[in-house]
């Protein structure tokens, strides 16, 4: 069932649940208004007696009605009124949904309320990021599930922002719901089985779903490959019967009739299962692989959200979809290999493959369109995860300005970045003694950054450069606020705000 958000003056006949907020010390938001004098009174009473329920951010409880046998009322508590933001707004709207799915509610209702407004955030604009919330917290990806209807448990079909200023939190939420139709695209992709996602089904997901949109979408098959020299990412998918693909998509939003300026470029690897190859990746968790074209995913769910919301900048995609497999084909340890760049790669580990994917891409879209900026987003080591595990995305920059976007568009979204040392020291440590360049660093140590000072010798011009390690944020092993595991969709929400913030109508 699709979760339909809607805005409302009053809530819909058919409305199970009406939610009131209320601020912290268990001040009553002047959504009680709404209620009838009696059951407003009722609650104030009720509240008055709690010990437990404080109206701290996110706490919820059933509030005592009336009459029986009609519309339940739920309390969620919004905490101190100067400390509401978006992200915390958010985290109440997930915290909603399940408290609403545990309870079989099929149509809610949370009503906005008149008071003095928070310090950081209108109250139209909370509800907005309240349905954002419920929204990301309702995802849920069924697609091969064959149990019969009964046997599920009820879906919340329709979430509904009620008061006066449900136009406002309608017009906030319009962009909003654009990135999270692109968030829950990405989401899907990185938790299809990989029987059914692979490089060319990847491929084809992609333009089926982009082409009608407006975005122009070119596929390299196996053949155009080679004819262009994609040698890195060829050689990481010669194991595989499965051959690999690079897709590159265009989003030209800027108007025609001015001056094309050189476009924002992305780049995401897709590495559609990774058995590690020749150094085959242990047995225990070899199944959580499927994710490992988790930013291949962020890139065309980003390009999905611009492309919805009409977003005013000229932007190309790119992703090199490969499968990492071990066979009498499969590329080896100590082998050298070219890339698109023309630099030779000794490959010192079969499973250090996603760099040699972006690498290619990298290389490519930067001599193809001249990009005033490169980002680029691969689940790339597992050092990241040790360093900063599921919270923060390590982030590597070359350019100041680029970072301090970034980080302004991860304080606003709640997508956490930690900037990393790009020190000339770990460029360097990737010199080959008999190639140009090696897959692996020196030793165990300082893992990401030594494949940070990989790509980095794929980065052409001093041209304005990050590398988001998603390893640990593509993913989650639990459920969280707003996301069930266990793909999250990390990268597309930050990366559009950061544009739209900083890039757009440029």
């Not at 009680?32 to 109206?55: M, P, R, W, Y």
């Not at 448990?153 to 406002?168: H, Q, V, Y």
């Not at 959580?288 to 611009?306: Q, T």
Request: overall charge negative; proline content about 4%; charged content about 25%.
């Amino acid at each position: 069932m699709t979760l339909n958000i809607k805005f409302a003056a009053k809530p819909t006949k058919d409305t199970d649940t009406v939610i009131i907020g209320v601020y912290a010390d268990n001040n009553l938001s002047t959504a009680s208004d709404a209620l009838n004098v009696d059951t407003a009174n009722l609650i104030e009473s009720f509240l008055g007696k709690q010990e437990s329920f404080k109206g701290k951010s996110g706490q919820i409880i059933t509030a005592p009605v009336l009459d029986e046998g009609k519309t339940r009322i739920l309390l969620v508590g919004l905490g101190d009124p100067d400390k509401i933001d978006g992200s915390a707004a958010e985290t109440v709207g997930g915290k909603l949904y399940v408290a609403l799915k545990s309870i079989g509610s099929k149509s809610a209702a949370f009503i906005l309320g008149d008071d003095e407004e928070p310090e950081n955030i209108s109250t139209a604009d909370m509800g907005a990021h309240i349905a954002m919330g419920v929204r990301l917290r309702g995802y849920s990806f069924l697609k091969y599930k064959t149990l019969d209807a009964e046997d599920e448990s009820p879906e919340l079909g329709t979430f509904t922002i009620a008061g006066k200023d449900n136009k406002k939190s309608a017009k906030t939420y319009e962009p909003l719901g654009h990135v999270a139709a692109g968030m829950l695209w990405a989401r899907d992709l990185v938790n299809e089985p990989p029987n059914m996602l692979y490089p060319e089904s990847f491929a084809k997901m992609i333009k089926d779903e982009l082409k009608p949109l407006g975005v122009e979408v070119e596929i390299f098959d196996e053949k155009k490959l080679e004819k262009l020299g994609f040698k890195a990412q060829l050689a990481v998918g010669m194991g595989s019967a499965r051959t690999p693909r690079t897709v590159v998509m265009r989003w030209n939003g800027k108007d025609a009739s001015k001056k094309k300026s050189q476009p924002l470029a992305f780049v995401g690897k897709g590495v559609t299962f990774d058995t590690g190859g020749i150094n085959i990746k242990p047995s225990g968790g070899m199944e959580d692989m499927k994710l490992d074209m988790g930013g291949a995913a962020a890139v065309v769910g980003l390009m999905k959200s611009l492309a919805l919301r009409n977003a005013k900048a000229d932007v190309v995609g790119i992703v090199g979809l490969a499968e990492n497999m071990p066979s009498d084909r499969a590329y080896r340890p100590s082998d050298v290999i070219g890339s698109y760049s023309g630099k030779t790669i000794e490959v010192l580990n079969t499973d250090a493959e996603g760099r040699l994917v972006l690498a290619d891409c990298l290389t490519y879209v930067q001599r193809k369109y001249d990009p005033a900026l490169v980002v680029d987003l691969a689940t790339l080591t597992g050092a990241m995860m040790i360093a900063l595990g599921h919270e923060y995305c390590g982030t590597f920059v070359n350019d100041n300005d680029l970072w301090e976007n970034m980080e302004s568009a991860s304080k606003s979204t709640g997508e956490k970045l930690w900037r990393m040392p790009l020190d000339a020291a770990f460029k360097k440590e990737m010199v080959s003694s008999i190639a140009d360049v090696k897959s692996l660093g020196n030793g165990r140590y300082a893992g990401a950054c030594t494949a940070a000072g990989f790509l980095e010798h794929f980065i052409e011009d001093n041209r304005p450069w990050a590398h988001m390690d998603i390893a640990g944020t593509a993913w989650v092993k639990s459920d969280s606020a707003i996301c069930p595991k266990p793909g999250t969709g990390f990268g597309v929400r930050v990366l559009d705000k950061m544009i739209a913030d900083h890039y757009e109508g440029k």
